[in-house]
């Protein structure tokens, strides 16, 4: 930690307040309030700490990534971070000057045009933490919308996603929410859906891929929800969209994704980007912000805040969301992904996950007491039945270098021995064999 403040700064600091030491000034505060001080080593020079980073760092185990569950390692262009990093980009935390802002607010627009293309929806906003928090704010807006009570989700729903739905909803009166079951082949079970929807029902939260992988039925599913006069929020893939039925095309009302997989990296979980598209019906029900463009008084273009249906904006009671933060250097990143690969690039990103997945879920399903578990297509990840708990093959693929997937049995009964197993462009056929090499012997 680097602090400015010489010793003869707090000194004349502290004899400017009357007090003669730090102790002093915080006398009146409970000592058990206070935190202890600390035996911090002595300060090293830049030098000395590089070096010392270096050796920690050299302490670290790297492992062949195999985790998905919502987060995935993709290939990102050397230009996404180059661009992304000008200082043209480091603006002030909120646009609100547009006058001040016009390069913030341009690349917010340009962000919501590509997510309502890739999409196929109608609107698209801004400022949303995460695909989590833009799925719980989309099921908000249908209960807005038809004042109906019942939230319907998938079995097969992230289970990070349904807490943080549950916690959005927890003070919602009378809101209730309820699971449908999967079919064998890991996909929803379309009768049992037909008998869950009912005249209470606000809406459906199809997620395709679900979380194990598998795509479901859409068509048919949003058939089934309009039948009932239900609304349908999707939670898609973005990168997934390059091969897939968009939301658009299949009849989604709201479509959500988690944008990480749109050039921004890991980072060990986050920061992740929050993509929520409506319908134009509903796009007044969106949170966060809208840009769009208008003309000044002498005729340019001019980026402005179109909406802004926050409680900063608005008076709190009218407000459709408190959210605050604008998470626009990680639209930046995707809007700048998406420029440089274009329709085709992602579309042959796309094909490279499903191949990469494919090929690594026959090579795995080749040795004895391991299996593909459902039958449904799916992407970038499956499910693979192992014939000893999940966490235990973990635990012996790391120390082979491997860290082999995320294991099941936490967030779902019975699936104690299935490990979620994913597999994007990042992965050689080198890896590929040599993960299933490793689960020999298991």
């Known amino acids: 930690m680097f602090i400015p403040n010489t010793p003869e700064d707090r000194k004349e600091m502290l004899a400017k307040i009357g007090v003669s030491s730090v102790t002093e000034l915080l006398a009146q505060i409970p000592q058990d309030l206070l935190y202890p001080v600390l035996d911090l080593p002595k300060a090293l020079t830049e030098p000395e700490l590089a070096a010392h980073v270096r050796a ?8 062949k990534n195999f985790i998905g569950a919502g987060m995935y390692e993709h290939f990102i262009p050397a230009a996404v971070g180059a661009l992304s990093s000008r200082g043209e980009f480091l603006t002030a935390y909120t646009p609100y000057q547009a006058e001040a802002s016009q390069g913030t607010l341009q690349t917010i627009y340009e962000f919501q045009s590509c997510m309502c293309a890739l999409l196929e929806m109608d609107a698209a906003t801004a400022s949303h933490y ?20 019942e939230v319907l989700i998938s079995a097969a729903f992230h289970p990070h996603y349904k807490e943080v739905l549950k916690t959005y909803t927890r003070h919602q009166p009378g809101v209730k929410i309820t699971e449908s079951p999967l079919g064998a082949d890991g996909t929803l079970d379309l009768t049992a859906l037909k008998e869950k929807l009912s005249d209470n029902t606000s809406c459906f939260v199809l997620p395709t891929p679900n979380f194990f992988g598998c795509l479901e039925r859409a068509d048919e599913v949003s058939a089934l929800v309009h039948q009932a006069g239900a609304l349908l929020a999707a939670a898609v893939n973005p990168l997934a969209l390059g091969v897939l039925q968009t939301p658009g095309a299949f009849g989604a009302d709201f479509a959500v994704a988690e944008g990480q997989p749109l050039g921004n990296a890991v980072n060990f979980g986050g920061p992740g980007l929050g993509i929520m598209t409506a319908k134009k019906a509903y796009m007044r029900q969106l949170p966060g912000r809208i840009v769009g463009i208008a003309k000044d008084k002498n005729g340019k273009r001019s980026f402005v805040l179109t909406l802004q249906a926050r409680e900063q904006h608005i008076r709190r009671e009218k407000a459709s969301s408190n959210i605050c933060s604008n998470e626009a250097l990680c639209a930046l990143n995707a809007v700048i992904y998406l420029t440089l690969l274009g329709p085709r690039g992602l579309a042959e990103a796309a094909e490279l996950n499903l191949e990469r997945a494919h090929t690594l879920a026959a090579l795995a399903g080749e040795v004895p007491g391991f299996k593909v578990k459902f039958t449904a297509p799916y992407f970038n990840e499956f499910v693979l ?18 860290s082999a997937g995320y294991a099941l049995g936490a967030d779902f009964k019975g699936m104690e021995n299935c490990l979620l197993v994913c597999a994007t462009e990042t992965k050689t056929e080198e890896d590929l064999k040599a993960y299933a090499n490793a689960l020999r012997g298991i």
């Open 56 to 63: 920690l760092a050299a302490k670290n185990k790297p492992l």
């Open 385 to 402: 039945e192992c014939p000893v708990p999940a966490k235990t093959v973990i635990k012996k693929l790391e120390k082979k270098g491997i």
């Open 130 to 149: 995460d695909g989590a928090t833009a799925l719980a704010e989309a099921v908000l807006a249908c209960l807005r919308v038809n004042g109906r009570k």
